[in-house]
């Protein structure tokens, strides 16, 4: 990247700021909260923003941590707002969704949240953006779009029973097909400070849960920051902006290899870093433009329950008796075999949904970033399916559209509407999750309207 020549006009700062929760801190991602009992890497709170000439600042907020709640989202505009920065609600706030983080909002109703973790993730996530914003500089904007993603699969399968099973477990014989997409597309973004390399950012659609266990870890997004580092010979700061992907994830069920450890992590975070080293030799300049944000509000409701589901789920947990299975030995294999103790959890989600979340509705900001006439950013609440971006990037003007999932705030799993009645886990009402049928067509038209704006 050394010889390659950019256009002036930008301006562009990074910067990072530890948010590595306190020993014991309880992780999420799975049926229950798992004590931490160590840490394999630091989760960071890292910060990129552009300017275009005396125009205000946009960028990204990117966090290592299962999603950003809409609490934590709200308590970090608040922390910008406070501090004085100049575009409090630009910043697309987003996460990298590891499932060994801790817990930031209520995940299956789990009473595990700290106000002050909270507390303090808003304020080092405010101190990166402030400090990215002192430090901009005058920079050149670089791009490379890639459709190389061998490490995702799609996770929903039809069965020979007809059904839509989720996680069926490795080389199942009942397995007929996917049921959907996989977007192999990776888009990056470089930046360029004073003839060097000062920042990427990587737009990838995969799940990070890869590493399991019981001890801190930004995943393999923190596997290829390094890897890339490395290859690079630079610290260079690298924000992975996760692409939608709530039906998809790494396993690959033709494989009977294990793959749920810190190795499988590092192969997959290495291997992508390998790709984006590769993208990087073939970037190309941005000209000069505007940098501007959009923000269209989209309201978000949530599913019913009714009486006769209710009743259900109520015989289930009467018919549980004593010795009912703890959620944390539970696996997604057992939820796909449809196992007591999944059975008994899930009722009691439904019965919880249906007293606490049933028709109620949120409104969440789909911001969209736009740099020049060839990028654009467009951040997404919860976990939608692979094709919901899919569909956002072939209806975008803009050549490379980055579209950036766990934004904004969290309304759970966002399946496609032809989804819900096949079933599958990302389709059920549990607290955390449930939105109604219509979700993925409001976001996609509010992401749409965002890039037009």
């Excluded at 308590?75 to 910043?91: K, S, V």
């Excluded at 097909?177 to 977007?183: F, I, K, L």
């Excluded at 190309?284 to 501007?292: I, K, N, S, Y």
């Excluded at 990037?393 to 989804?419: I, M, R, W």
Aim: aromatic share 6%; with cysteine; glycine share 10%.
């Amino acid at each position: 990247m050394s010889t390659l020549r950019g256009y002036a006009g930008y301006s562009a700062g990074f910067a990072r700021e530890a948010i590595t929760p306190p020993p014991g801190a309880p992780l999420a991602g799975y049926f229950a909260p798992r004590p931490s009992s160590g840490v394999l890497d630091e989760l960071e709170a890292k910060a990129a923003l552009v300017q275009s000439g005396a125009g205000p600042p946009a960028g990204v907020i990117a966090l290592d941590l299962l999603y950003a709640s809409d609490e934590l989202v709200a308590r970090i505009r608040r922390a910008l707002r406070q501090r004085g920065f100049p575009a409090p609600d630009a910043p697309l706030i987003c996460a990298t969704h590891t499932h060994t983080g801790p817990y930031v909002g209520g995940v299956f109703d789990a009473d595990c949240v700290s106000r002050e973790y909270l507390d303090a993730v808003a304020d080092k996530a405010a101190s990166a953006a402030m400090r990215a914003w002192e430090s901009l500089r005058p920079a050149e904007l670089f791009r490379a779009s890639a459709t190389n993603n061998p490490f995702a699969f799609n996770r929903r399968f039809f069965m020979k029973d007809g059904r839509v099973v989720t996680n069926p477990g490795k080389r199942n014989p009942n397995i007929v097909r996917p049921e959907g997409s996989v977007d192999r597309q990776i888009h990056v973004l470089a930046v360029r400070r004073d003839g060097n390399l000062a920042g990427v950012l990587v737009n990838i659609a995969n799940h990070a849960d890869t590493t399991g266990g019981d001890r801190v870890s930004r995943d393999w997004p923190g596997q290829l920051e390094t890897r890339l580092q490395e290859l690079l010979g630079q610290p260079v700061p690298v924000l992975i902006l996760v692409a939608p992907s709530g039906n998809l994830n790494h396993f690959d069920v033709s494989s009977a290899a294990p793959q749920t450890s810190p190795a499988e992590a590092q192969r997959i975070g290495q291997g992508y870093a390998e790709i984006v080293r590769n993208m990087i030799e073939g970037l190309t300049p941005l000209e000069p433009g505007e940098v501007r944000s959009d923000t269209v509000r989209v309201q978000v409701g949530f599913r019913a329950v009714s009486d006769d589901e209710l009743a259900a789920a109520r015989r289930v947990l009467a018919e549980s008796g004593p010795g009912r299975a703890p959620a944390a030995v539970m696996t997604a294999e057992d939820l796909a075999a449809g196992c007591r103790a999944a059975d008994q959890f899930f009722a009691n989600q439904l019965v919880e949904f249906a007293r606490k979340e049933q028709g109620r509705t949120c409104e969440y900001s789909i911001t969209a970033l736009k740099i020049g006439r060839c990028v654009a950013l467009v951040g997404l609440p919860g976990e939608p399916f692979t094709e919901i971006g899919m569909r956002i990037k072939d209806g975008s003007a803009f050549p490379a559209t980055l579209v950036v999932a766990h934004a904004n705030g969290a309304c759970g799993y966002v399946p496609l509407p032809e989804c819900f009645a096949r079933g599958g886990y990302e389709t059920l009402r549990r607290i955390g999750g449930g939105a109604r049928e219509d979700t993925a067509e409001r976001l996609v038209g509010a992401a749409l309207s965002a890039l037009r704006g």
